[in-house]
C-alpha cells in the first residue's frame, strides 16, 4: 500500500490548475472543471505523476481535436449535448482510470504492473474513441455502421470511417508509447515493450466495443423536423426528438464508461498472462523512480 499524502496535495494542486485552464478554454462545464479536478487527484495521488501524464494526453489532445472539429465544422455539433464537457462525460472517461489508480494505492506492490496495464488500456480507450469520434467527421466518404455495413450520416453512433479507424489506432498509440517510455524510464511499473502492445490492443479493442455498442444498445435519436442524428432528447432547433434504435437507459456515457472498462481488462489480462510467466522465472520487473 502507497498513500502518498504529499502527492495527493501535489496532485490536487496540479489537477486544479488543469482543471482551470481547461475551464478558461470553455473545454469544460463548472462541473466538468470539478470532476476533472477530482479524476486528476486521484489519478496522481493513487497511481503517480506518469499516470497523470496519460490522463493529461488523453484530456489535452481530445479536447484540442474537438477545438479544431467545431471550428471547421462552423460551429457546435448538434449530435452532441454541447461544446463544454460535463461532470458525467469527464467520469464516463476518467472514472476507470481513476479507479484503478486508487486501487494501485491500496494493493501490494506485486499488484501494480497489472493494475497500470489495465489504467494505461483504459485511457488508451478513451483515447482511441475519442480521436476517431473528432477526426472520422472529416472523412470525405459518409460512415458506414459497424453493424451491418449501412451508410448513416456523420455523427451517427457505432458509424465508423477509414479516417475514424487510422484515428483510433493514432489515439492508442499514443498512450502507448507515453506507457512503454514510463516503464522503460523506470517512471511506471512494467516491460515497457509488452507495455506498448498490450496498450495499443487494449485502446483498439475499447474503441471498437463502442462502435459495437453505439450501433446496437446506445439509446439513438433523429429529430423529426430537420432529420438529423443526435443524442438529444431535444433537438437544438428545439424539437422533441424521436428514439429511432437502442434503450433510452443507455446514453453516450455509458457506452464510453463501458469501453474504458473493456480497454481496462485488456490492458490487465495482457499484464496478467506476461507477469506471471516472468515472475515464475524470478523476474520482479523494473524499479520505479520517485516520479511514481
Keep these: 500500500m502507497d498513500l502518498s499524502i504529499g502527492r495527493f496535495c501535489g496532485g490536487a494542486v496540479v489537477a486544479a490548475g488543469v482543471a482551470w485552464a481547461a475551464r478558461s478554454r470553455r473545454w469544460l462545464s463548472p462541473g466538468g472543471g470539478a470532476a476533472a ?13 506518469w499516470w497523470g501524464t496519460l490522463m493529461v494526453a488523453f484530456f489535452a489532445t481530445s479536447s484540442v481535436l474537438s477545438t479544431l472539429g467545431r471550428r471547421a465544422r462552423g460551429g457546435q455539433d448538434e449530435t ?52 476517431a469520434t473528432e477526426l472520422g467527421r472529416a472523412s470525405p466518404v459518409s460512415p458506414r455502421l459497424i453493424v451491418g455495413g449501412r451508410r448513416v450520416p456523420p455523427g451517427t453512433s457505432g458509424g465508423i470511417t477509414p479516417h475514424g479507424s487510422l484515428a483510433s489506432v493514432a489515439g492508442s498509440t499514443l498512450v502507448a508509447a507515453l506507457a512503454a517510455l514510463g516503464a522503460g524510464r523506470g ?60 434503450h433510452p437507459a443507455i446514453t453516450n456515457d455509458t457506452v464510453n464508461g463501458a469501453a474504458t472498462a473493456i480497454g481496462g481488462l485488456v490492458g490487465v489480462a495482457v499484464a496478467r498472462a506476461i507477469t506471471l510467466p516472468l515472475q515464475s522465472e524470478g523476474a520482479t520487473g523494473h524499479a520505479v523512480t520517485s516520479l511514481d
Design 37 to 49: 479536478g477530482i479524476v486528476g487527484t486521484l489519478t496522481v495521488g493513487g497511481g503517480g505523476w
Design 187 to 246: 517512471w511506471a511499473p512494467g516491460s515497457g515493450e509488452r507495455l506498448l502492445w498490450g496498450t495499443l490492443a487494449a485502446g483498439v479493442a475499447g474503441a471498437t466495443a463502442d462502435s459495437l455498442l453505439g450501433a446496437t444498445v446506445q439509446a439513438a435519436y433523429r429529430c423529426p423536423r430537420c432529420g438529423k442524428p443526435t443524442e438529444r432528447r431535444v433537438h437544438g432547433c428545439g424539437t422533441r426528438t424521436v428514439l429511432v434504435r437502442g
Design 80 to 131: 452532441v449535448r454541447g461544446d463544454e464537457r460535463d461532470a458525467v462525460q469527464v467520469l464516463a472517461n476518467g472514472g476507470v482510470p481513476a479507479a484503478l489508480a486508487i486501487a494501485t494505492a491500496a494493493s501490494p506492490a506485486r499488484s501494480t504492473p497489472l493494475l497500470f496495464g489495465g489504467f494505461a488500456g483504459a485511457v488508451a480507450a478513451a483515447t482511441a474513441d475519442t480521436w
